[in-house]
C-alpha cells in the first residue's frame, strides 16, 4: 500500500547494502546502529527485522506501531505537515534512538481550553507495548507548529489519542509521491519476458516502450481514463489492456516486479 508511513526502499537497502559490505563484528555494531537510527526494527521478541517486514521473522507476530490514530476529523494534509515536522525533529537528532511513533495527549493547563502538549509525549518503539516516556520537549519547533495547525482544524478533546508514525531516516518527503515512473514498469517487464526483450523509457518517464523477439512495439502508459495500461505503439490500433494495481502504485521492488509481471502476463495472453 502507497502511504508517507510505507518505509522507502532507500531506507531499507542501505543497511542491507552496508550489511553485506561489513564483517561479522562490524555486522554487530552495523545492527545495533541502525535498530537505533530505525533502519531495522527489533520485535518483542528481540528477533532483528528488515524495514520490509510487516512480521516479525522470528516470532511471526506483526510489527508494532505502523499505523496512525487519530480522532475520526482529522484533516490528512495536516496530519502529514506534522509527520515531516517530526521526521525533521529526529533526523536532526541521529544520536537519539529513533521512536517508531510520538503518541501526544491532551492538556487543559492552557487558557483558552484542550489543547495537544508539546512536553510529556510518548515515544513507541518497536520491542514494546507500551510507549516509553519522551524527554523531547517540541516547544517552538516545526511539530509545535503542526500541532497548533491541528488544533485549529479540529479543537483537541480529552481523551483523544493522536499517534503518529515516523518515518524511517532517509525517506524521501512526501513531495515524492511516486517511488517510480512508467518508464521503470516496461523496463522490468522486459526483464521479466526476458530473453531478447528489450524497453525505453519515453518523455520524463511518462510512459515505457518495449520490443521482444516477433512482437511489434509495444507502449506502457496511463490512458485518459487515468488507467495504466499496454497497448501497441502504433496509434492506429485501438486495442488496450488495463493493468489492474489493486494496491496502487509500487513503492518497492518487489511491488515494481509483481506489476511488471502481470504486464508481461498482458503481453504473453494478447500479443505473442
Ligand atoms: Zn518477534
Redesign the pocket.
Known amino acids: 500500500m502507497t502511504s508517507s508511513t510505507t518505509p522507502h526502499p532507500v531506507a531499507a537497502e542501505t543497511i542491507s547494502y552496508l550489511m553485506k559490505a561489513a564483517f561479522l563484528s562490524e555486522q554487530r555494531v552495523l545492527t545495533d546502529l541502525a535498530l537505533h537510527a530505525g533502519l531495522l526494527w527489533r ?5 532483528v ?1 528488515t524495514l520490509y517486514a510487516y ?7 506483526q510489527r508494532l506501531w505502523t499505523k496512525d490514530v487519530t480522532p475520526t476529523r482529522y484533516n490528512g494534509t495536516l496530519l502529514e505537515d506534522l509527520r515531516s515536522a517530526l521526521a525533521k525533529w529526529f533526523n536532526d537528532r541521529p544520536r537519539a534512538r529513533r521512536p517508531a511513533a510520538i503518541s501526544f495527549r491532551v492538556t487543559t493547563v492552557n487558557d483558552d481550553g484542550p489543547a495537544r502538549a508539546t512536553w510529556g509525549v510518548t515515544a513507541c518503539f518497536t520491542d514494546s507495548p507500551d510507549g516509553k516516556a519522551c524527554k523531547d520537549v517540541f516547544e517552538r519547533s516545526f511539530v509545535a507548529d503542526a500541532l497548533v495547525e491541528i488544533g485549529a482544524f479540529d479543537q483537541p478533546q480529552t481523551g483523544d489519542t493522536l499517534r503518529v508514525i515516523i518515518p524511517p531516516p532517509l525517506t524521501p518527503d512526501r513531495t515524492t509521491e511516486y517511488t517510480y515512473v512508467i518508464g521503470e514498469y516496461a523496463h522490468e517487464a522486459a526483464r521479466v519476458l526476458g530473453e531478447g526483450w528489450d524497453s525505453e523509457s519515453g518523455y520524463i518517464g511518462a510512459y515505457g516502450k518495449l520490443w521482444g523477439p516477433g512482437t511489434p512495439t509495444l507502449r506502457v502508459y496511463v490512458d485518459h481514463d487515468d488507467d495504466l495500461v499496454v497497448a501497441l505503439d502504433d496509434d492506429a490500433d485501438p486495442m488496450r489492456f488495463t493493468v489492474d494495481l489493486p494496491n496502487g502504485a509500487p513503492t518497492r521492488p518487489d511491488e515494481l516486479r509483481a506489476a511488471a509481471a502481470d504486464i508481461a502476463e498482458i503481453i504473453r495472453a494478447n500479443y505473442l
Open positions: 520485535c518483542v521478541c528481540k528477533e527485522n512480521r516479525c521473522g522470528g516470532c511471526g507476530e
